[in-house]
């Protein structure tokens, strides 16, 4: 199977410079490892420089699988559910920018946290229809660029809004677009799914990413997640998109990288 792994652009923390010799560097050091590709985590994709990305993706011979795009709400507070339009709107404009950046490389823009969560003095309802809305209008621009989208249900804690396979099919159904699809990931679905294997079976051909992560969110292979059945499930259903390792950087990060990859081939991936 095809394995990816997450990098942080960390665009708003480093100079420019060091920004792009860091990020190279990383690239260079998954290509080492032998993952087949990388999900880069960006804030603002206006803060990047499109040449240098392909550039640097080229130079290691690594494509770009997925763009997750919750720093905009974690750092900026974008989100598809605040109750202040004028935000909304931002957030809208924001994933449209992710899309535009991502078309040249065929990568799958990620609906996570930048959804939001119901806000204090809003109807649940209202929530889920402005998440639909938004999540409509981005649906329909990066059709447009020939571009998949995917939302990722994400764990209680997070977000109220999509935290289980069923809830975020029930959204797929809602919108009906082929270019949205599901990410499932293995640290939320440990919390939220009563059975990881039947909601990975339930979301099918909609299942477009996913996320690996152990159960104490480490590499795969440091906590108690059942990877082989879960990669026998993925088999099973003929996943053809590619496993993205999204684990803390511990003990530190070239161990967390090596250990997943070296785990993930060891029970078959
Ligand atoms: C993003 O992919 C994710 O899994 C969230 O937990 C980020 O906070
Ligand atoms: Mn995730």
Known sequence: MRISIVLSTHATQFSALAFQQDWAHNVGDMAALGYDAVELAIRDPN???????TEVLSRYG???VAIGTGQAY???GLSFTHPDGVIRRRALQRIKDQITFAAPHSAIIIIGLIRGRTQPGVQRAQAWAWMRETLSACANDAARHGVRLVVEAINRYETDLVCTA???????DELSADNVGLLLDTFHMNIEEASIYDSIRQAGKRLFHFHVADSNRWYPGAGHTDFPGILATLREIGYDGYISGEMMPLPDPMTAAREMIRYLRQVGA
């Open 62 to 64: 690594l494509p770009l």
């Open 47 to 53: 803060l990047l420089d499109q040449r240098t990305v």
């Open 74 to 76: 974690s750092e900026e």
């Open 166 to 172: 069923a809830e975020g099919l029930t959204l797929l």
